[in-house]
């Protein structure tokens, strides 16, 4: 098991190991464990002794966001990137926290991202109790996450802007990338929103005014997100199946093709095949213009079978309509 701790007392800031912190007092005691379910669970109970709800909520297998009041204090479970590699489904890392009135206990089994600049913030003195700790861990979430949002809808564009049947595989694949990402962060991101908006209103004087301002601002920016990535999977959606779309009429083309060159072939093949037959009295065998004279015959009927179908306007495709679209 690893883990970090800092201790804040007014302006001092000091780092410990967690077990040293806790028996330390100050206006921020945080305690953070990097570990396995297993034996983050055992150091919390025995060591830490904090209640059997709070271990199972800080040691839980599947999480999702969610804010409950606990203790006189808060459980909070937030989601971030991670360097770690993640799966697809379940592209973020979560933190668990138990907080209340100057202390605060969390726990991670993948890296995640924001830890590093929280830790840099604690120790240039900007984090001085848990609702600092807490709300500017929230937004540095929020903000890390912001630009991922922003590139997943700007390659959505780039697809449609190059929409052509030539191109469909590769853009299909792009296209269920972006979505599969989308997906995968819009369901961590609504249930976010929500827990951080209720900690913002959750009672407790460990919570100052601008604590609440701050996890506010953090809980508009994830339904920001949120409703940004609900738009990009409605629009992958709709661009993959006019992808598929262009690739049916592409299909379609092709097979078009080949049956106007059946048709081309298949009279001069029945009269090939009837001049071919090796019995007597075949008409002209014996003259010398016979072979050229049906080679001409049988371009003649390909011309005109050809300039049936160009009649018919079966090589061209539809022109776009110049519609109004204002009623």
Known sequence: ?????????????????????????????????TTNDAAAEAWLRDEARLS?????????????????AADHGALINLRG?????????????????????????????KQLNAIEPICA??????????????????AEITVELDPVVAELGDSLDMCEEQLSAEHAFALRRLVNRVRIQAIGYRRFLFPQRSALEKLAALPGDWLNDDDRLHLAAAADRA??????????RERAALTHETLTDL????????????AVAAMVFLPITFI????????????????????????????????????????RRWFNRSEPLDLPLDS
């Open 1 to 33: 098991m690893s883990g970090f701790a800092f201790i804040v007392r007014g302006d001092q800031v000091r780092e410990a190991h967690p077990k040293e912190a806790l028996h330390e007092q100050g206006d921020l005691v945080w305690i953070h464990l």
């Open 52 to 68: 059997e709800y709070v271990i199972d909520a800080l040691t839980a297998v599947e999480t999702r966001p969610r804010c409950d």
């Open 81 to 109: 990137l991670s360097a770690d590699q993640l799966a697809a489904s379940d592209p973020l890392a979560s933190i668990r926290m138990f907080a209340h009135q100057g202390r605060v206990f969390s726990v991670t089994r």
């Open 121 to 138: 913030l604690l120790r240039n003195g900007h984090v001085r109790d848990p609702g600092d700790l807490i709300s500017e861990l929230a």
């Open 223 to 232: 339904a920001r997100m949120a409703e940004e990535l609900e738009s990009i």
């Open 247 to 258: 690739r049916a009429e592409q299909i379609d083309q092709r097979s078009l093709m080949i």
């Open 272 to 311: 090939t095949g009837l001049l071919g037959m090796n019995v007597d009295g075949i008409p002209f065998a014996h003259k010398p213009w016979a072979f050229w004279g049906v080679a001409l015959v049988c371009l003649a009927i390909a011309l005109v079978v050809t300039w049936y179908f160009v009649r």
